[in-house]
């Protein structure tokens, strides 16, 4: 064998870009060759990632990967966070794909659906980010990978602003392993305000005609919490957050998350909790989070992603937020999985569907969703050694025997019994149960959170805790229990529920010292989005669909 | 940074609590008497009890007052035959005794499930109205929601001697949706909440002299300044009319063409348009006059 | 639309409150408003319900029943309008009307 056999990968590579030639002058491509430039340098058989989580999108980059058809480009095996954009449905519809693993299809979650029903789209797997990026550095390493940058100056280092994301990594498995890595950018500038992906790891450069798609994800209009929410959150905070001294968390994107952050100021403050809870948070820069860093409540965020709108507001708050050394924002999506998977004391967050087991879905027949990563935060981390308070004492409850670790996380579902339209939130069996879907997934039923994770379940009706129960019919009873008068619910026994509730296992809003008639609207920090505009003294800009003044 | 409930966010009969001496309301037609819309029930649509309105009265400071709220989540609040047969009365028995007249305003305008018997409902509490304005019997509309003021609700407000408005407050005639159906989406995009707020809201309406008060969206700010106006009332005189025709005449001439919303803000004298937009209505107002 | 009436046993209401009536809540988009007048036997909460969603008489007589077991409502006559309200607001509504009869409003 010689020498030379032993870079087979570095010496293709070089033949692809070689290939590009005048394509390209140096690393940058004028964006009407980009067709072209696709062409030459992606071959059948290859692992194809294309950048795209739900917030930031590669999204000229797709486009134009979708202005082909299968004679330029085929028999690709795609590997991508979030399939949100038309023009990634395109891709399957035009017979590219061999293969796909990915882990959520948000908005085009109805679309993946039908191409499962017409048996074309050829599902590996459907992971969970850090799942995901894992498997970049193992079986699914990308031969070449499209990603998106805010600016790259002439040698091609990019600057990723906010919205660092998964960008690093995407880059780092592709680049060492002989990989191509051509980024989008928006513009191309002499000297950068921070490097975040050095010179040489990046092969080939396009200025977009326009900038990068980023969705205002985790913008929650305070306007449409309900009092409803307002009591669910209340119950939260006095049954979970007070009780176990919760220091370290992270919250879901949905409204009842919103209301607690807006409750904290308030009402969190009346119970004298400010400095006592909610500390360290990895979590978006919510704009509903504003009152309470301004009241103080809060030491540090770290974050997956940036938000639309609060670049401002973070790069004013650096001691909260984690800033690049031009004062502005970072993110970084593994790093943030990672630091929610090991280090905090609670994931809290809602979800369409939950089983009289308590594991939990979005999917259903007509809309193929994914997981994101609420699992990866959503779960007993097993690797975990280092102990909190509130690790100790959920541990403690849960009663752990000789093999099991002493502690465990929080991992709570805050759901309403019911969702929109008076559909049942709590079913005797998930709708991803569906045999079509199963096979689809290859006999796995895409379950976003165990029941064997969840500690606890909270509802309008009160707290289910799950960590406390002794067997699984126990379990099916608390979770029955607090099901309010969905089917599920109204079969629970009265003498089940109230030997539960003797137990503390089921705890009904007054027994955490929440009186219903209390929960209202007013008692939110700020009721509309202008309210927290005011909160940040003007350093929040708002989407302008969010804008009523 | 805490406060009290949001007036926007109170239900109806939460505002006449909130705005009247406490237990002094006496609620005319009250819900047991269960006087409901015929129509509605026909169509399969529920009905309210107090059809979307209530009415009484009730002393404000010692001084008695007779109140109406509309109930903006039923149907938009839209006046039907017996909503507007209750808003009617109501003005008839102000000027009959001579007393204040309050209308807590939250409405799209007539029904159109009951049509004809809405617009009659309308038309005959204009003339209502216009009885107390002749009498000098004070007549208020309060609009601080924003369902806001359109259609016959919006000409009715007008009506009145004195508007009270907040920044959620909106006041027009043809609703933001419909100016775009007529005028098509290129003139007037009605998804644009700044350009609708900036156009109908409370804070333009209080720079052009259609709202006499602009403020807090606070039951106590509005109690304030209705105390303040229920001592006056405007007369209708000729002269009154023909001096505010030459002034709208001189607003369309002034500002008829223009295309940018802020056109109007500054052509009021406000400078700052940021610090406006932010501002909370009494500061809006203070901004206004010192700018002026 | 769906009509109901159904009465629940109840212990008796107290013997006086503060008002021969109490309404709570408004006729809207996924909301209801409910009327509690003090009438009929004093062992019974008699209701009856109108709902523009048909369909769900069992969590709905299910809801009424848990309220005329928690709190002493005989001889009250329940009505309610309802637009599409989820049942924990059924819930809310009574408990607020029922505070308002017995208490007064706040």
């Known amino acids: 064998m010689t020498a030379a056999n032993l870079a087979l990968r570095r010496q293709n590579k070089a033949k692809r870009l070689q290939k590009v030639g005048r394509l390209a002058r140096g690393k940058f491509v004028s964006p009407d060759n980009v067709p072209q430039v696709l062409k030459r340098i992606i071959e059948p058989g290859d692992i194809l990632c294309l950048e795209g989580d739900n917030q930031k999108q590669a999204d000229f980059l797709a486009s134009q990967l979708a202005s082909l058809e299968r004679k330029d480009l085929r028999d690709i095996h795609l590997v991508m966070s979030c399939i949100t954009l038309p023009a990634h449905i395109q891709l399957f519809k035009k017979g590219m794909i061999r293969q796909v693993d990915f882990c959520y299809a948000g908005p085009q979650g109805t679309a993946v659906a039908d191409l499962v029903k017409a048996k074309k789209f050829p599902v590996g797997a459907i992971h969970t980010y850090n799942e995901l990026y894992a498997r970049y550095y193992i079986d699914l390493t990308p031969r070449v990978a499209l990603i998106a940058a805010a600016q790259a100056d002439r040698k091609g280092n990019l600057f990723l602003a906010a919205n660092t994301e998964e960008t690093p990594a995407i880059v780092e498995p592709t680049a060492f392993s002989d990989g191509i890595v051509f980024a989008q950018v928006n513009e191309i500038v002499d000297t950068l305000p921070r490097i975040d992906i050095p010179a040489d790891q990046v092969d080939l450069v396009v200025q977009a005609p326009y900038p990068m798609h980023l969705q205002a994800l985790f913008t929650r209009d305070p306007a449409a919490i309900t009092d409803v929410q307002v009591l669910m959150a209340m119950v939260a905070l006095r049954g979970i957050y007070e009780k176990y001294g919760v220091q370290s968390l992270n919250h879901g994107v949905g409204f009842n998350t919103a209301a607690i952050e807006l409750l904290l100021p308030t009402y969190g403050e009346r119970l004298g909790l400010k400095g006592k809870i909610c500390k360290y948070w990895m979590v978006n820069p919510l704009p509903t989070m504003i009152p309470a860093i301004e009241s103080g409540w809060v030491e540090s965020v770290f974050a997956v992603g940036g938000e639309v709108g609060m670049e401002r507001y973070t790069a004013a708050h650096s001691d909260v937020f984690f800033t690049g050394r031009d004062g502005s924002f970072h993110s970084n999506r593994a790093m943030g999985q990672l630091a929610g998977h090991y280090g905090i004391d609670m994931f809290i967050g809602a979800s369409l569907q939950v089983d009289i087991n308590g594991n939990s879905s979005t999917v259903s027949k007509n809309r193929i969703t994914g997981f994101g990563g609420a699992p990866n935060m959503g779960c007993q981390p097993a690797g975990r050694r280092h102990p909190t308070e509130a690790w100790l004492k959920v541990g403690a409850e849960a009663n752990p025997g000789p093999g099991s670790p002493p502690g465990r996380k929080l991992v709570v579902q805050m759901v309403e019994t019911f969702q929109a339209g008076r559909v049942p939130t709590f079913v005797e069996e998930l709708d991803a149960q569906d045999p079509s879907i199963r096979k689809a997934l290859h006999g796995v039923t895409p379950v976003m959170i165990y029941g064997d994770d969840v500690t606890h379940i909270v509802t309008e009706e009160g707290i289910a805790n799950l960590a406390a129960c002794r067997s699984i019919a126990e379990r099916q009873a608390a979770i029955r229990s607090v099901a309010g008068y969905t089917p599920v619910g109204l079969k629970r026994r009265k003498r089940d529920t109230e030997e539960l509730r003797r137990r503390g296992i089921v705890q009904f809003p007054e027994d955490v010292g929440v009186s219903p008639r209390e929960a209202s609207r007013s008692l939110l920090a700020a009721q509309d989005i202008k309210g927290l505009v005011r909160w940040s003294n003007g350093l929040y800009d708002p989407p302008p669909q969010f804008v009523d003044w | ?292 | 639309m769906e009509k109901f009436t159904k009465a629940f046993p109840s212990k008796p209401l107290k013997a006086r409150t503060a008002k021969p009536w109490a309404l709570a809540g408004v006729v809207g988009s996924g909301n209801l408003e409910v009327l509690l007048e003090r009438a009929g036997a004093s062992g019974t909460m008699e209701c009856h319900v109108e709902t523009s969603i048909p369909g769900y008489k069992s969590s709905w007589l299910a809801a009424l029943a848990d309220f005329a077991t928690h709190y002493p409502a005989g001889g009250t006559k329940v009505t309610i309008h309802d637009q599409g309200a989820p049942p924990v607001l059924v819930n809310l509504r009574l408990r607020q009307a029922y505070d308002h009869l017995t208490g007064g409003d706040k």
């Open chain 2, 1 to 292: 940074m805490t406060r009290g409930p949001l007036f926007h966010e109170q239900t109806a009969r939460q505002r006449i609590a909130a705005l009247v001496d406490p237990g002094s309301f006496d609620e005319l037609l009250p819900p047991p008497e269960r006087i409901t819309s015929p129509y509605l029930a026909q169509l399969g649509i529920p009905v309210s009890f107090d059809d979307g309105v209530v009415i009484g009265h009730a002393k404000i400071g010692g001084r008695k007052v007779y109140l109406a709220a509309q109930v903006g989540q039923f149907v938009g609040g839209a006046v039907g035959e017996i909503h507007g047969a209750k808003l009617t009365g109501l003005f008839k028995a102000a000027a009959r005794d001579r007393t204040p007249c309050i209308v807590i305003v939250e409405s799209g305008g007539v029904r159109l499930h009951e049509g004809s018997a809405g617009e009659i409902a309308i038309a005959e509490t204009m003339r209502a109205i216009f009885e107390c304005r002749a009498k000098k019997v004070p007549t208020i509309a309060v609009i601080c929601s924003d369902i806001g003021a359109y259609g016959g609700m919006g000409i009715l407000s007008t009506c009145c001697d004195f508007r009270v408005m907040t920044e959620h407050g909106r006041l027009g005639i043809s609703g933001p949706i419909v100016i775009e159906k007529w005028m098509g989406k290129k003139a007037y995009d009605s998804s644009n909440r700044a350009l609708v707020w900036k156009t109908s809201g409370g804070k333009t309406k209080y720079l052009l002299g259609d709202a006499d008060s602009l403020v807090l969206d606070d039951a106590g700010a509005i109690r304030e300044a209705i105390s303040k106006l229920l001592g006056k009332s405007s007369a209708v005189s000729l002269k009154a009319v023909k001096a505010r025709q030459a002034e709208l005449a001189k607003r369309l001439k002034r500002f008829g063409q223009t295309e940018d919303a802020d056109a109007v803000w500054k052509g009021m004298g406000v400078r700052d348009i940021e610090a406006a937009s932010l501002a909370s209505g009494p500061e809006f107002a203070a901004m206004a006059k010192r700018e002026k």
